[in-house]
């Protein structure tokens, strides 16, 4: 059987067809065995190649948590309290405060780690891919040998 959903909004119509619908409702089953499997706490965490701090709900994350910059074991306080973000820091609601955990890279402050972050942001925001090339080549150049080639200011 055949499955076709048409939606008209204003002066457009879309129109959608599916295939088999028992299919679909097979396939719609699996979504929802995915989303439950998303809610137990996970081992450990990928984070992104310029992410050296992570702050999760509590005791979401229960594994080791590794740098993305750099690959170091991060440090962890649990429990938290009080404000996650700068931003909510600025807004100064007592309410927005939370519980959560901080995983903190231990050699985040080094000119090293902070030249990294600079080389890679700047590499992924760049139009052209030979400069792209170019500056994640000296990213893991810096990384190899953890000197800084220059003094980075955030």
């Not at 009080?82 to 007592?94: E, I, V």
């Not at 052209?128 to 080639?149: D, P, W």
Request: net charge positive.
């Amino acid at each position: 059987m055949l499955a076709k959903i048409i939606i008209t909004l204003g002066s457009y119509r879309l129109a959608f067809r599916f295939g088999d619908l028992n299919t679909l409702k097979g396939k719609m089953s699996e979504k929802k065995k995915v989303k439950k499997t998303k809610k137990f706490k996970q081992k450990t965490e990928k984070l992104g190649e310029t992410q050296a701090r992570y702050t999760p709900d509590v005791d979401k994350v229960e594994g080791p948590v590794y740098c993305g910059v750099c690959g170091e074991k991060m440090t962890v306080k649990r429990n938290v309290h009080g404000w996650r973000t700068f931003m909510s820091a600025m807004g100064g609601n007592p309410n927005s405060k939370s519980n959560y955990d901080v995983f903190q890279c231990p050699v985040s402050e080094e000119d090293w780690h902070k030249q990294v972050v600079k080389l890679r942001d700047r590499a992924r925001n760049e139009s052209s891919s030979k400069l792209e090339a170019i500056l994640r080549e000296e990213a893991e150049e810096v990384l190899k040998t953890k000197v800084a080639t220059k003094k980075v200011y955030f």
